[in-house]
């Protein structure tokens, strides 16, 4: 999927669409993400030394996770419930190709439980789990 197919399934619009690409394969999202690093979020962290904050590379796996959930989203906003066991093993870069892996552990709608990886070619940066609450609005 490219972005005129994610928009169709995630909210997210403008600088807050953090996935440029993703591939659904069984039971899988595989999600990429080019840091250009012109982005808003680069801008005063740091001055010189530009990394990816912590929060966003969440983002980015968590709106890659968002994707398996197509069928729940419809009509819905998911919203995060919860973020455990993050872990971040190495920086995020501009010149960086984020690749992120994601599947679902279980579902108890309107709550989905998913658990994923962000990995910068064979370098793991972040792995955590995710609970979101799907809300129609």
């Known amino acids: 999927m490219r972005k005129d197919e994610i928009i169709t399934i995630l909210p997210h619009r403008g600088n807050m669409l953090l996935i440029e690409e993703v591939v659904l394969d069984e039971g899988k999202a595989k999600g990429r993400y080019?840091?250009?690093?012109?982005?808003?979020?680069?801008?005063?962290?740091?001055?010189?030394?530009?990394?990816?904050?912590g929060v966003i590379l969440c983002e980015i796996l968590a709106q890659?996770?968002?994707?398996?959930?197509?069928?729940?989203?419809?009509?819905?906003?998911?919203?995060?419930?919860?973020?455990?066991?993050?872990?971040?093993?190495?920086?995020?870069?501009?010149?960086d190709a984020i690749e992120t892996e994601c599947y679902i552990l279980r579902a108890r709608p309107p709550f989905y439980f998913t658990s994923g990886k962000l990995c910068v070619g064979d370098k793991l940066c972040l792995k955590a789990e995710f609970t979101f609450a799907m809300k129609n609005e």
């Open 34 to 53: 080019f840091v250009r690093g012109d982005e808003w979020f680069l801008d005063g962290h740091f001055p010189g030394n530009p990394v990816v904050p």
């Open 64 to 95: 890659s996770a968002c994707l398996l959930l197509d069928e729940a989203t419809r009509g819905a906003t998911p919203y995060f419930a919860g973020i455990t066991s993050a872990k971040f093993k190495a920086s995020v870069r501009p010149g």
